[in-house]
């Protein structure tokens, strides 16, 4: 079993940056695709960003394209998700999730989620 740990959320300005942070309790990790996915409030859980394992392709929501990047430290056992822009509409619960192809597609199966991390942006 993996667990997945977010961090990094928090409240922010309009045009504001944050780094949010996941870390994994497994060395296993490394061959997994990672994702971050978001909730906004009343809405349902969306993609927002994903990473192959080790890190060469990534794939991004058309809304945060350009705005976000998603990028691993594999000797940390540790993916990042570095927003800009920032936008009242990305507020939302980020979540984290890992999937065990290594594919880290938007369509891939995430079998593990972490407990996810409340990002506010305010206008």
């Known amino acids: 079993q993996v667990q997945l740990v977010e961090s990094g959320g928090g409240l922010v300005q309009a045009g504001g940056s944050l780094r949010l942070s996941c870390a994994a309790s497994r060395r296993t990790y490394s061959v997994y695709g990672m994702g971050w996915f978001r909730q906004p409030p009343g809405k349902e859980r969306e993609f927002v960003a994903s990473?192959?394992?080790?890190?060469?392709?990534?794939y991004y929501a058309d809304a945060v394209k350009g705005r976000f990047t998603i990028s691993r430290d594999n000797a940390k056992n540790t993916v990042y998700l570095q927003m800009s822009s920032l936008k009242p509409d990305d507020t939302g619960v980020y979540y984290c999730?890992?999937?065990?192809?290594?594919?880290?597609?938007?369509?891939?199966?995430?079998?593990?989620w972490g407990q996810g991390t409340q990002v506010t942006v305010s206008s």
């Open positions: 990473i192959n394992w080790p890190g060469g392709r990534t």
């Open positions: 999730a890992g999937e065990p192809s290594g594919n880290g597609l938007i369509s891939s199966r995430y079998d593990w």
